[in-house]
């Protein structure tokens, strides 16, 4: 019997771009190597992505299950997608990304060869006009490209780009951490997989591509994404943090706001981007340090 992917996507009020994704994914090659379905998880209760979901089906002659999940978080709308695979891999790909036609024979091949778990590409952020000349220097849309066959640490893993083996939840009980409720469910997974002993590497030649819309090209999002990461990072890092690190930490980002908030007034100088960046990172550690004294930033995500 041939090996069948299921293609995981939650998505919330993004028709458009997951209309884009599901054409995209129609036309993927597998070589005769697998099959493939697609399982879409609608995380608006009003069910607003079903429309577009049936109407692809028959039109692009896609396998696809579509669900509704209720509770409007990351982790509830994975965890309910993975309830409806029946793949033996698990493909996971964002509503607002797109792949290029060989991004899942590509995957595949990589988790074969180098026999491991799973296999995670990167992301690389695709503008339909010009963006603002400060998000660009800022390098806040780029994320890190790793060699192929580098063997991934928890803390450089997302799931915006992932293949892996069904097993993995269904032999470990493992799933997406209901408590991250607005972000690090995804790193948490890797997190509880790795230590159990699974592998995963990098696919440099696997990319997807992100669209970046207008409402993420303003300074306000990027500035609420720095509070929120690090109130999350924090809850789910300082369990792990033993010994000496338990007073490193907080001291480390005592150091690194004082620094960020000192030469703040200096970026100026030298273009917009250089006092986001510095501002971000300096938002970032505060959000870190409250975190510490109980007052989170991160109860709710609404943007």
């Known amino acids: 019997m041939k090996n069948n992917i299921s293609i995981c996507i939650c998505t919330y009020r993004r028709n458009q771009m997951l209309e884009h994704l599901l054409r995209k994914l129609a036309f993927q090659e597998?070589?005769?190597?697998?099959?493939?379905?697609?399982?879409?998880?609608?995380?608006?209760?009003?069910g607003p992505a079903r429309e577009t979901v049936t109407r692809l089906r028959e039109e692009l002659g896609l396998n696809i299950t579509y669900g509704i999940e209720p509770e409007q978080t990351i982790p509830a709308a994975r965890n309910h997608?993975?309830?409806?695979?029946?793949?033996?891999?698990i493909g996971i790909i964002d509503d607002d990304e797109f792949p290029p036609q060989q991004w899942l024979i590509t995957m595949y091949r990589a988790i074969n060869t180098f026999d491991t778990d799973g296999a995670l590409g990167p992301v690389h952020p695709f503008f339909e006009r010009q963006p603002p000349a400060w998000l660009l220097k800022s390098r806040f849309c780029e994320r890190p490209v790793y060699r192929t066959g580098t063997l991934l640490h928890w803390d450089q893993t997302r799931t915006g780009n992932v293949l892996l083996k069904k097993d993995v939840f269904d032999k470990h009980n493992l799933c997406f951490d209901l408590e991250c409720k607005t972000s690090g469910s995804d790193k948490e997974f890797f997190r509880e997989a790795m230590d159990i002993g699974c592998r995963f590497i990098a696919v440099e030649e696997a990319p997807v591509y992100e669209t970046v819309p207008p409402e993420r090209q303003t300074k306000t999002y990027y500035l609420?994404?720095?509070?929120?990461?690090?109130?999350?990072?924090?809850?789910?890092?300082?369990?792990?943090?033993?010994?000496?690190?338990?007073?490193?930490a907080p001291m480390k980002s005592i150091a690194a706001l004082l620094v960020y908030t000192l030469i703040l007034p200096f970026c100026a100088l030298y273009g917009s981007h250089a006092v986001m960046k510095y501002a971000e990172k300096g938002l970032y550690?505060?959000?870190?340090?409250?975190?510490?004294?109980?007052?989170?930033?991160?109860?709710?995500?609404n943007f």
């Open 30 to 46: 597998t070589g005769g190597l697998f099959d493939f379905s697609v399982v879409v998880v609608d995380n608006d209760v009003a």
């Open 224 to 248: 609420k994404r720095a509070l929120i990461q690090a109130s999350n990072e924090r809850r789910f890092r300082a369990p792990h943090l033993r010994g000496l690190s338990r007073v490193l």
């Open 81 to 89: 997608a993975l309830r409806l695979a029946r793949g033996n891999y």
């Open 285 to 301: 550690h505060l959000s870190w340090l409250l975190a510490i004294l109980g007052i989170d930033l991160a109860k709710k995500r």
